[in-house]
């Protein structure tokens, strides 16, 4: 069966073959080889470790080994992409869905995962209700409050960007499935985005 192309970044391409996804990042010709062959190695290894991990706590879809230093094989989650339908869904299934995707990425946090790119782009709910976290090429090992306040930031602007229309229903249910994993940490979490927003607000 021929490869699928799903998508096409600065950094990877995306392939769909059969059932699974192929991550293959891509060469950088303005990179000495040898150096380029070193970099993709590492940043391949250091997501694929990411994702193994997260899908032990999370729903994350993990990793499969790969021959090639450059690639990353993952199980296909056949869903809908939040970013395409989350608006499309009735109120009472947007606020479930926000609610189980705080709850996916408290638990991420609780590990000291944190995502780098939570945007509703990388979010699937699958045919049978489960919210994946997909897409971890920014990812990091980080158990700072900075960093977990930095990926509920870039959530919260898509939310505000994109699902406007009920823009403050759906993060008030994302909290709440957040802090239903540790409310002592997330309120932590919570009061560092504050200092974050701030920030972003002094700098306009």
């Known amino acids: ?16 073959k059969e059932n699974e996804v ?4 891509l060469k950088k010709g303005y990179r000495l080889p040898e150096l380029d062959k070193r970099i993709i190695k590492r940043r391949t290894k250091a997501e694929t470790k990411l994702l193994s991990k997260a899908s032990v706590f999370a ?3 993990k ?27 009735p109120e ?25 790119d939570l945007t509703t782009s990388n979010i ?21 409050h900075e960093q ?3 990926d ?3 959530l919260k602007g898509a939310l505000q960007s994109k699902h406007f229309q009920n823009y403050n229903k759906l993060f008030n249910a994302f909290k709440m499935g957040y802090e239903s994993i540790n409310k002592k940490e997330a309120q932590k979490v919570f009061e560092r985005l504050k200092k974050i927003e701030k920030r972003g607000r002094y700098k306009h």
Not at 69 to 89: A, C, M, Q, R, T
């Open 1 to 16: 069966m021929k490869k699928k192309v799903l998508s096409r970044g600065a950094e990877a391409v995306i392939y769909l």
């Open 22 to 25: 192929l991550k293959e990042r």
């Open 59 to 61: 729903n994350v879809p």
């Open 63 to 89: 990793p499969k080994k790969s021959k090639k230093e450059n690639e990353i094989i993952l199980p296909f989650v056949k869903g809908d992409k939040l970013s395409d339908k989350l608006n499309s869904y």
């Open 92 to 116: 009472k299934k947007q606020l479930v869905v926000m609610k189980k995707v705080g709850k996916e990425v408290a638990k991420l946090h609780e590990e000291g995962i944190v995502h780098g």
């Open 124 to 144: 699937i709910l699958d045919k049978k209700g489960k919210v994946f976290i997909i897409d971890f090429g920014l990812g990091s090992f980080n158990a700072k």
């Open 148 to 150: 977990k306040g930095v």
């Open 152 to 154: 509920i930031h870039l």
